[in-house]
């Protein structure tokens, strides 16, 4: 038997509908600023994709492209200058950034107000001490595609593969605040699969083609594949092997299952922010 497929692009469209009704509602258009400084292709496409979704939702996307040579001085002062002008509601910063500066050691100057994705080390302390926060987008997108299919998640035992900033570490404590008992698993796990294969609840982001196939997971499983990993044919895979979903009870596509939840999860985030709800408050 064929597990259930955990589409996303519905409910994205449903977060969009929501996000426009509540931009119409304000009177104002909101602007993300989108702060970019690579010629990484996979960014490019995933800052276009942005942009058109944030038009169709009347939130205006500002990219600042900074280029590949700028230093880590001038992409932090950008981001406090962005931070600090009232006619900005949120700020990202896209990856991958020059010299292999670190995420969290340039999104500190994101006022937390502002950090709709998340990456200030604020937020992410914020959100495991409890107090407002807005997490990652795709960590959240993780959690909303779970409640939107009404898979439980107190008591469940919980798999993580991946532990970085923006996505493994913070769906961790997500789950954790929803009372899943949650084991996280990284690159020096030993033996993964019997790991993966105690799993109630699954969710796998490794940034690894296909790490993880049917003999991964349990049966009756419920998986959610964050992967994104570019093809040669110009495509998308997943972490998971879409053939795992035969064992499994429920598995998230790829393309089109946590990326577009993602994506409207950013624009909601924003138009929080905007409304003046989220992160960095004294909460
Ligand atoms: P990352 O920073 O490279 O982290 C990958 C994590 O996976 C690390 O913790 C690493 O362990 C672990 N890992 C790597 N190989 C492994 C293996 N063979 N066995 C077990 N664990 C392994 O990547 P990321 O930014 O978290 O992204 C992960 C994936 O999600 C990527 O495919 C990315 O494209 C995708 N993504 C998708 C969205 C979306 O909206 N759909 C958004 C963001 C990211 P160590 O810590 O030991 O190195």
Redesign the pocket.
């Known amino acids: 038997m064929s597990g259930r497929v955990l589409a996303g692009r519905e409910l994205a469209a449903t977060i969009r509908a929501g996000v426009a009704e509540r931009a119409a509602d304000a009177g104002h258009r909101p602007a993300l600023a989108v702060v970019s400084a690579t010629e990484d292709e996979?960014s490019a496409w995933?800052v276009r994709s942005i942009a058109k979704a944030a038009g169709t939702v009347g939130i205006e996307c500002r990219l600042v492209d900074l280029g590949p040579a700028v230093g880590p001085d001038q992409i932090t002062d950008t981001l406090a200058r962005l931070s600090a002008d009232d006619r900005i509601s949120g700020v990202i910063l896209q990856?991958p950034l020059p010299g292999g500066a670190r995420l969290a050691a340039l999104a500190g100057a994101i006022d937390p107000g502002k950090d709709v994705d998340g990456a200030n080390p604020r937020s992410l302390g914020r959100l495991a001490a409890g107090l407002p926060a807005f997490p990652?987008?795709?960590a959240a997108?993780v959690l909303a595609i779970l409640d939107h299919y009404r898979v439980p998640l107190a008591g469940r035992r919980a798999v993580v593969?991946?532990?970085?900033?923006?996505?493994?570490k913070p769906v961790a404590q997500l789950l954790l605040d929803r009372d899943a008992t949650v084991t996280v698993?990284?690159?020096?796990?030993v033996d993964?699969p019997s790991v993966t294969g105690t799993a109630e609840l699954l969710v796998?982001?490794?940034?690894?083609?296909h790490?993880l196939g049917p003999r991964d997971v349990a049966p009756g499983a419920v998986v959610v594949d964050?992967?994104?990993?570019p093809t040669p044919d110009g495509g998308l895979a997943?972490?998971v092997d879409p053939a795992a979903g035969q064992r499994a009870g429920a598995l998230t596509p790829?393309p089109g299952?946590?990326?577009p939840?993602?994506?409207a999860l950013l624009l909601q985030h924003t138009m929080d922010a905007a409304e003046g709800a989220g992160g960095g408050g004294p909460g």
């Open positions: 996979a995933y990856t990652p987008a795709t997108a593969v991946g532990r970085s900033t923006v996505v493994g698993c990284h690159s020096r796990t993964l796998v982001a490794a940034g690894r083609a790490l964050v992967g994104a990993n997943g972490d790829v299952g946590v990326g939840v993602t994506t």
